[in-house]
């Protein structure tokens, strides 16, 4: 049988998929595991590596259990960015895996910052300094937990444990490894300035590959316990973010990708390195080229905490009550009764880099409903979208002039019309669901010879684009209104928020 399909794996923070695709982009059949989480303590986030193998079994078992094995052509990988393990030669994990919620290297962020340099890590990695890349959870373990890293043989992100699960060896995507924070992003290798300064031996890092590039073949171990053929190719896609953004066809300028998931995460494409504090750049999983990607940690993470804190939905009704809080929240008026929310629950990102920050409800009054109160999420993180994306366009010189949206709030109706009226751009939604699966089946598509290039994959395969929200003329004055007074928010509260942080670190008497 000639092969007419490719996988594509997503392995995300909560769950692995593994989605057959065919030469078009459309899905045929899927699997899907979960993948635990835990939170030792306060500001440590851990996952077992075990876990990620287990569920990728998990999800293309049920793959292979539907179609013909001989079906298939490639395999490729999309990852959740920023969390690794690290792994003895034959695989194990010599410890539970650090995933990007963990902020327990802030001090070494800060020390590293100040003896390295902030401008120069972020001149060579693309990344400002922040807490979130793992470079710093490396030295986390090198101070802490130095037995175990004298006993590591890879320290891998999640692409490159599945490629050597999958394949028995250890290589990447750069476009994966690029957000751990240690990659000099214009020669695509490991930097070795910043591995230096770091005290981090190059030979522990997986090998890099561009993305689209086959990594190895599926070995007779994994092809036992999941199915596949021996000799499937396996290729390198990318990132999620990257991932998605590909598969949403943001691959040329003036326009950018908006993925209103757990965080919320935006890029536009650009053909050059170039790098700013109004965003982080990654490499592109398109041929050539970079995303100047900015990130908010609380997106649908907020809706659901709003939900069950404050709400105290259960979760069995959460469908229900999400129902009735859109509809309240669109019979609010703009501003939201005098209610704005700034997003910053699990810290700032762009434009602020202020891992310390904290979110902020201001306005309240006696006469605030919950649709007040919910409409002011939904209209804090457009505004803060909006000047995010401002901030790319000023520092690139490019345009961005219309947003493809993605991910799982992209199915608000609501949210998706405040967004283009906050930013004065359309929003455009795909009907891309999956679309991380998508773009690392897409790469598969170029690895297994289907597309001589990753354009040409994107062109054939990239998901369509559904509902347009154009913004409304005199929303968009009333809102240039209401960010003008957004805006100042924050910056008058930082010094104080700084203060009450450094009141909650020290703890009880």
Not at 443 to 456: D, E, H, I, N, R
Request: hydrophobic share 45%.
């Amino acid at each position: 049988m000639t092969p007419d399909l490719v996988i594509g794996i997503d392995s995300s923070t909560t769950a692995t998929k593994a989605i057959a695709w065919d030469r078009n982009g459309q899905a045929v059949t899927e699997g899907r595991a979960s993948v635990p989480l835990s939170n030792p303590q306060p500001g440590y986030f851990e996952q077992d590596p075990a876990d990620w193998w287990r569920s990728t079994v998990e999800a293309l078992k049920a793959v292979t259990q539907q179609v013909v094995p001989s079906r298939i052509a490639a395999i490729g990988i999309s990852n959740q960015r920023e969390t690794f393990g690290i792994f003895a030669a034959d695989g194990t994990a010599l410890r539970p895996g650090i995933v990007w919620l963990d902020d327990r290297a802030r001090p070494q962020q800060k020390r590293f910052g100040e003896t390295f340099g902030a401008q120069r890590v972020h001149e060579i990695s693309g990344k400002p300094l922040d807490v979130i890349p793992c470079l710093y959870r490396w030295i986390w373990l090198k101070e802490h937990e130095p037995q175990n890293l004298a006993r590591t043989a890879c320290i891998a992100e999640v692409h490159a444990y599945l490629t050597f699960r999958l394949t028995g060896g250890w290589a990447t995507s750069v476009a994966s490894a690029d957000p751990m924070g240690a990659l000099d992003m214009r020669r695509h290798a490991w930097s070795q300035e910043i591995l230096e300064a770091a005290g981090i031996d190059p030979a522990k890092l997986a090998r890099l590959v561009a993305p689209g590039s086959q990594t190895g073949v599926v070995s007779s171990q994994a092809a036992a316990a999941t199915g596949l053929l021996a000799g499937t190719p396996v290729i390198a896609g990318g990132g999620d973010g990257q991932c998605a953004g590909y598969a949403a066809g943001v691959g040329v300028p003036g326009q950018a990708y908006v993925n209103l998931g757990t965080a919320v995460v935006s890029g536009a494409y650009g053909s050059t390195y170039a790098f700013d504090p109004a965003f982080r750049t990654e490499i592109a999983v398109a041929d050539e080229g970079y995303i100047y990607e900015t990130c908010m940690r609380s997106g649908t993470f907020l809706v659901d905490w709003l939900s069950r804190e404050l709400f105290l939905a259960d979760p069995s009704q959460r469908r229900a009550l999400l129902a009735a809080l859109e509809a309240e929240a669109a019979a609010s008026p703009i501003g939201a009764g005098g209610v704005v929310l700034v997003p910053y629950w699990q810290g700032c990102m762009t434009p602020y880099w202020d891992s310390f920050a904290r979110g902020v409800i201001a306005g309240l009054s006696g006469s605030t409903r919950r649709g007040d109160l919910y409409r002011a999420l939904l209209e804090g993180v457009a505004m803060e979208q909006t000047i995010a994306s401002n901030g790319v366009q000023r520092a690139t010189g490019s345009p961005i002039e219309r947003f493809v949206a993605i991910g799982g709030g992209a199915a608000s109706d609501l949210w998706s019309q405040i967004l283009a009226d906050a930013s004065g751009r359309p929003v455009q939604r795909s009907t891309t669901v999956e679309a991380s699966s998508l773009g690392a089946a897409m790469a598969a598509a170029k690895g297994c010879g289907w597309y001589p290039t990753l354009a040409a994959a994107g062109t054939a395969m990239a998901g369509e684009l559904a509902r347009r929200f154009e913004p409304d003329p005199k929303r968009h004055a009333r809102y240039a209104e209401l960010m003008a007074i957004y805006a100042d928010l924050w910056p008058a509260l930082s010094a104080w928020n700084q203060r009450l942080s450094d009141f909650a670190e020290r703890g009880e008497a």
